[in-house]
């Protein structure tokens, strides 16, 4: 390590400032790294939202012949394309946390070639990481929909019992709504301690050369009490994310309220409205997606 990076404390806004700047710096490789990922993404949801849309259309016109076949085609292309994304989602992220980080502690250049190399000589862990990722996914998901009932259960409890007990109206109101905001911040803390835990998966496997069984336990132990640093990161990314979204599709709206008879939201309420639309939301994600790798990393 000729040039070798000094290790000191980072708050996390020194994190995210680095990241954006590092961004900047190498903005054309990473951009291309991310987008294999994302055009699979967009095409594996395209397929499905319009086989989605055909099968509708056949349902509403049963005389269109041949409109069920292709829509079951596409859907079943969309279904497939979802776990096809999902690996190779985990093989860029894998393959791009290694190149930053041979970037920032010995200079190395980030390319593409760098980025699949990398994560083509550990493909074997890496397919078992997105097997682990997969799991504790699923089991987020199940956790987090019986929360989901649970607050559910108790907002119509709280609901059926000011009812019955003839509280004043907006005394009800206030409960149901600092119930619901405690109910909510509860949830974002609860899935920012999880996720605090297992964000750090791919760069332990790459940059700490660990497999990916052993991977998770020191990710756990990375991840413990740095949930708050997580969650700055996912919002500021998701602030971006969502600026570049309106930047792209206000003009698009305007022009459509400008110029045609028709409105924006039917617009958006079309195929060809939903396909700009998604594709405007891939690219928005797109962009913002190597801030918060490089974060992490």
């Given at each position: 390590m000729a040039n070798f990076t000094i290790l000191e404390p980072m708050s996390t806004g020194d994190v995210i400032d680095r990241a954006v700047r590092l961004y900047r710096r190498n903005f054309t490789p990473l951009v291309a790294i991310v987008a294999v990922p994302s055009v699979i993404g967009y095409l594996a949801g395209l397929a499905?939202?319009?086989?989605?849309?055909?099968?509708?259309?056949s349902v509403?016109?049963?005389g269109s012949?041949?409109?069920?076949?292709?829509?079951?085609?596409?859907l079943i292309l969309g279904l497939m394309g979802q776990p096809v994304w999902f690996f190779v989602y985990v093989f860029t992220v894998t393959g791009l946390a290694r190149v930053v980080g041979d970037h920032l502690m010995l200079g190395e250049a980030i390319t593409f070639r760098r980025c699949f190399s990398a994560a083509r000589q550990r493909l074997g862990d890496i397919v078992l990481l997105a097997l682990l990722m997969f799991g504790v996914l699923f089991l987020i998901g199940v956790i987090g929909s019986v929360i989901f009932f649970a607050v559910f259960m108790v907002v119509a409890l709280v609901i059926g019992v000011t009812a019955t007990a003839g509280m004043p109206q907006w005394l009800g109101v206030a409960l149901l709504i600092i119930f619901s905001l405690l109910a909510v911040a509860a949830g974002i803390a609860l899935f920012l301690i999880v996720a605090a835990r297992v964000v750090f998966l791919p760069q332990v496997l790459m940059i700490e050369g660990m497999t990916a069984g052993s991977s998770l336990g020191r990710s756990i132990s990375l991840g413990q009490g740095n949930w708050?640093?997580?969650g700055a990161i996912l919002l500021f990314t998701y602030f971006v994310s969502l600026s570049m979204l309106a930047a792209l599709t206000l003009p698009v709206i305007v022009g459509l309220e400008w110029f045609s008879s028709s409105s924006s939201v039917e617009f958006v309420l079309t195929p060809a409205g939903g396909a700009i639309y998604s594709a405007f939301n891939h690219t928005a994600n797109l962009l913002s997606l190597p801030i918060w790798i490089v974060s992490f990393t």
């Open positions: 499905f939202t319009s086989g989605y849309a055909k099968l509708l259309t509403a016109s049963p012949a041949g409109m069920e076949g292709s829509a079951l085609l596409f708050y640093r997580v």
